[in-house]
């Protein structure tokens, strides 16, 4: 029997960059479509509240946040 690949695919924890997800969006035909973000595997999604610039140690990120749990 052969062995389960258990490795984690790259573009599952790689992300995407800002240039990246701009082209991805860019082939949607309705441009006025509101964007959500999923956390669960597609089960809820959540409006994205924010987009926010973070300089962490290990570098630098565009952040997309929901704000609906703080009010």
Sequence with gaps: MSEKNTKTPEW??????IRQLIEELQTF?????????SVD????????????RKNKLGGHFCGLV?????I
């Design 12 to 17: 599952i924890t790689k992300g995407k960059t």
């Design 29 to 37: 035909e309705d441009q006025d479509l509101e964007v959500r973000i």
């Design 41 to 52: 595997d597609g089960v809820t999604f959540r409006c994205i509240s924010l987009v926010m």
């Design 66 to 70: 929901n704000c609906e749990s703080v």
